[in-house]
């Protein structure tokens, strides 16, 4: 059987040959690969901004500033990261500063990103007297998270509930979660952008999707709890 039409795998080097031709058609001032970009990256890049400013409106600011400086600073990029990590990281340095200047500070509080406290209640595990210790307690075990009939109608509604969880994680939690459940990046990659070491990676991307998870089980637990009474 032929394999010609097997697809090529993706490699470091194909990844680099592909962003060094783009780089150059960029350079070239191909306006069909700019545009091009700006429509793949765009969305996700207001999402990000989003994580460090208080508006919508001030998020767009950003993102339309970063295209500016990505297409005025071409000339000087190096090719030491891939165009995608490159203009991420001019964007997060503009929503930054935006952020500061806002005077978006929020209150330190228990549960925040250096919280060293558990990220699930320890009374939903079983004491060490009993049996089967450490496991769940029948009260606490996850709700399960099985389709319903309803679920393509409640869609929506788990969607904005998500994004308003998203919305109340501490800021190094919700940076994490959105490079990485979000905007699909790499670990390196987004490790990168934040300046974090893996294993502070690690920590604050648990952190934060526990507490999604925690979000999205009262849901469930609430919707269960209609539907039996």
Request: charged share 25%; glycine share 4%.
């Given at each position: 059987?032929?394999?010609?039409?097997?697809?090529?795998?993706?490699?470091?080097?194909?990844?680099?040959?592909?962003?060094?031709?783009?780089?150059?058609?960029?350079?070239?001032?191909?306006?069909?690969?700019?545009a091009e970009i700006v429509d793949d990256w765009s969305a996700s890049m207001l999402q990000l901004a989003r994580?460090?400013?208080?508006?919508?409106?001030?998020?767009?600011?950003?993102v339309q500033e970063c295209w500016l400086a990505v297409f005025r600073g071409l000339d000087a990029f190096e090719g030491r990261s891939s165009l995608r990590t490159w203009t991420?990281?001019?964007?997060?340095?503009?929503?930054?500063?935006?952020?500061?200047?806002e005077a978006r500070v929020l209150p330190w509080a228990p549960g925040g990103d250096d919280d060293p406290g558990p990220t699930v209640d320890p009374s939903r595990f079983r004491g060490a007297g009993e049996k089967w210790a450490g496991g769940w307690t029948p009260e606490g075990a996850p709700t399960s998270w099985e389709p319903s009939p309803e679920s393509a109608l409640i869609g929506a509604e788990i969607r904005s509930l998500l994004s308003a969880a998203l919305s109340l994680l501490p800021e190094r939690q919700r940076q994490v979660v959105s490079l990485r459940d979000i905007q699909g990046m790499s670990a390196d990659e987004a490790g990168a952008l934040m300046g974090i070491s893996s294993g502070n990676q690690r920590v604050l991307l648990h952190r934060g999707r526990a507490r999604l998870r925690l979000a999205l089980e009262g849901y469930y637990r609430d919707m269960t709890s209609e539907v039996m009474s």
């Open positions: 059987m032929s394999t010609s039409s097997a697809r090529e795998p993706v490699t470091v080097e194909s990844a680099r040959s592909r962003d060094a031709e783009l780089v150059g058609r960029l350079r070239a001032g191909d306006a069909a690969a700019f994580t460090y400013v208080s508006t919508r409106s001030s998020a767009e600011e950003i991420y990281r001019i964007l997060t340095n503009l929503a930054k500063t935006r952020g500061v200047s």
